[in-house]
């Protein structure tokens, strides 16, 4: 069993730059963030393998690279670092844990959810 607290979230402007935390007990072998937006169907951020100290870590295409994954293992914490953030990046973002072997990347493949931060970017 694997438990999962995100924290960090808020309210900011555009361009400005955001953190987000997820604080993980139990054992997994990959985390990751997704968000989900107002109406919309929820989405893949990103996701970072877990077990090795140097892991390997995949993004959704379509960030353009302004968000980055970490990871202290020694807190067994995952970070998401936002920047240039924009009004769609308004969304509640969770973290998740996966026990899939590979990049996993798809919702059916995370067995363990947070319940979420908001995040809201305004003008």
């Known amino acids: 069993q694997v438990q999962l607290v995100e924290s960090g979230g808020g309210l900011v402007q555009v361009g400005d730059s955001l953190t987000l935390s997820c604080a993980a007990s139990?054992?997994?072998?990959?985390m990751g963030w997704f968000r989900q937006a107002p109406e919309k169907e929820r989405e893949f951020v990103g996701a970072i393998e877990w077990s090795r100290s140097v892991s390997d870590i995949w993004y959704s295409d379509s960030l353009n690279g302004r968000f980055a994954i970490s990871k202290d293992n020694t807190k067994n914490t995952m970070y998401l670092q936002m920047n240039s953030l924009k009004l769609e990046d308004t969304a509640i973002y969770y973290c998740?844990?996966?026990?899939?072997?590979?990049?996993?990347?798809?919702?059916?493949?995370?067995?363990?959810w947070g319940q979420g931060t908001q995040v809201t970017v305004s003008t």
């Open positions: 139990g054992r997994t072998l990959a």
């Open positions: 998740a844990a996966s026990m899939r072997l590979g990049t996993p990347r798809e919702s059916f493949e995370f067995a363990y």
